[in-house]
């Protein structure tokens, strides 16, 4: 550190030296960092004029129970705030009940009152979900009592719920001998070393193969796509190391064609997978996608009744194809997407509203909004804004006193968490930070590094450092 501050910063080179890198000062930094990033969260969050919660559970290394819960508030100028609200470590059971007291006593900690709860999203596993006696159901309750007119929109993650549906596609026979073979080639290493020299040999178009993941949402899909790519090259290396017979489905016609179909239908999820994810995404945005994919689905089905594979080249090379059968699949795929996200469904209609006000008919729209709509669709310097700005820009220009239901329900719309994305991201954060070697790292100390890592806010280093010159001086 010194010798890079005497190569660049000469001038600066006593300032660095006397900077102090110890474990306790490092860690009381990162203690005063998350403290200021906390302060201005809780200023921020009074002038919230509503907030969405996404929330997820997951395992560190230690087996403690990590509870995130992100907030993303919107105030009266439509600016939108998403921030780790906290990270609370369960100890004992994880029921509903044990998880709606953690979440109770973060929002009374961060006084944020019940009645401006818009939305809250998981992953839609039972002790959140439950009807009875789950969370959500805890939370819709005390919602209820501080404000009866407030419905809370109970949402479960667009993404998770994406790669849900491709379990009725059935491709475990596809799946279960490409894994099979990977592990083969990967998992042993003198295998691995010679099947590389083997791709490099024959000039092969990749080199190496691809590891499958359960736990990641686009490994399947690129795995395949892999093999598929190298199948030739596989076959002729399991004929070189006398291995053949172990992997019969690659001389199979009727596998073949049953793979190829899947590196299709795989790619095309994965497409929708990768338009799904990323943070700050508008909740009507996502759905979109959602909706523009089902209709893909059923255009796929009808184009393959036809036998017409314009959107499936992998399949359109195999000769043996059971047409019947992959319309079938892609048929099952379609009902599937319709028959989950009917949360999203429910608020269709108000998504479509906030996205697109000047395309929906006033007379589908509530009652409440109607006479605003014709007004704002009627107003030619309103239809210029809505072009130029970004549609959370768009309704803070909106006059209060002549749309105030309007923009009650832009701000409801946006917002709303589509998915529990940055609670997955956030864990993959946690895990490289609390690994084998770094298992005694403290939840509190997790729950700042965690907040430090995700933040958008810019913590006021000038007053911390001026704490901690005091601090120092005091010692």
């Known amino acids: 550190m010194v010798e890079t501050a005497d190569l660049l910063c000469p001038e600066s080179k006593v300032k660095f030296e006397n900077i102090s890198l110890s474990r306790r000062t490092v860690t009381h930094r990162v203690e005063l960092i998350d403290e200021d990033i906390v302060s201005e969260l809780n200023k921020k969050a009074e002038s919230f004029n509503l907030y969405s919660l996404a929330l997820d559970e997951s395992n560190d290394i230690k087996d403690t129970a990590q509870l995130l819960i992100f907030i993303r508030g919107i105030n009266d100028s439509f600016e939108i705030t998403e921030e780790l609200l906290s990270m609370e470590s369960l100890k004992g059971k994880t029921r509903g009940e044990d998880l709606y007291e953690q979440v109770s006593a973060v929002i009374k900690r961060m006084k944020l009152p019940w009645s401006k709860l818009a939305s809250f999203t998981t992953d839609g596993s039972p002790n959140l979900t439950g009807k009875n006696v789950g969370l959500l159901k805890r ?5 209820k009592e501080e404000n009866p007119d407030q419905d809370v929109i109970l949402l479960h993650c667009i993404i998770h719920q994406q790669s849900l549906c491709k379990s009725v596609l ?6 279960d001998p490409v894994v099979k073979l990977v592990n083969f080639i990967r998992a042993r290493g003198l295998n691995h070393r ?6 490099e040999e024959t000039d092969a178009d990749h080199q190496d193969l691809l590891y499958h993941s359960r736990v990641r949402w686009l490994s399947l899909g690129k795995v395949c796509q892999r093999v598929w790519e190298l199948k030739e090259e596989i076959r002729s290396f399991l004929e070189l190391m006398g ?3 172990e992997f019969p489905e690659l001389s199979d016609e009727a596998w073949l064609c049953d793979f190829a179909f899947a590196v299709d239908i795989l790619s095309h999820m994965n497409e929708l997978n990768v338009k799904l994810q990323g943070k700050d995404q508008f909740a009507h945005d996502m759905y979109t996608n959602v909706r523009a994919f089902k209709s893909k689905l059923t255009l796929f089905s009808r184009q393959m009744s036809n036998k017409s594979f314009a959107h499936f080249p992998t399949l359109a090379m195999q000769k043996a194809r059971n047409v019947k059968k992959y319309c079938k699949s892609l048929d099952d795929l379609h009902r599937e997407f319709c028959r989950r996200f009917t949360d999203f469904e429910i608020i269709d209609k108000s998504l479509q509203l906030v996205s697109c006000p000047l395309s929906q008919d006033p007379e589908t729209a509530p009652h409440e909004l ?3 709509l014709i007004d704002l669709q009627s107003d030619s310097v309103s239809k210029e804004k809505f072009k130029s700005l970004k549609l959370n820009d768009f309704y803070a ?5 002549t749309f105030p239901n309007l923009r009650r329900t832009a701000q409801k719309m946006l917002a709303l968490f ?3 994305y940055v609670c997955e991201q956030t864990f993959s954060i946690m895990n490289f930070n609390k690994a084998c070697h770094r298992s005694r790292l403290t939840d509190q100390h997790l729950r700042s590094i965690l907040r430090i890592a995700t933040t958008k806010l810019t913590p006021d280093f000038d007053a911390l450092a001026k704490k901690g010159e005091q601090q120092h001086c005091s010692h």
């Open 194 to 199: 010679q099947f590389i020299t083997f791709l």
């Open 370 to 372: 109607q006479l605003e």
């Open 170 to 175: 059935q491709l475990n026979h596809v799946v």
């Open 243 to 245: 291995k053949s017979d």
């Open 418 to 420: 589509g998915s529990t």
């Open 139 to 143: 939370i819709q309750n005390k919602v």
């Open 397 to 401: 220009s909106l006059n209060e006193a």
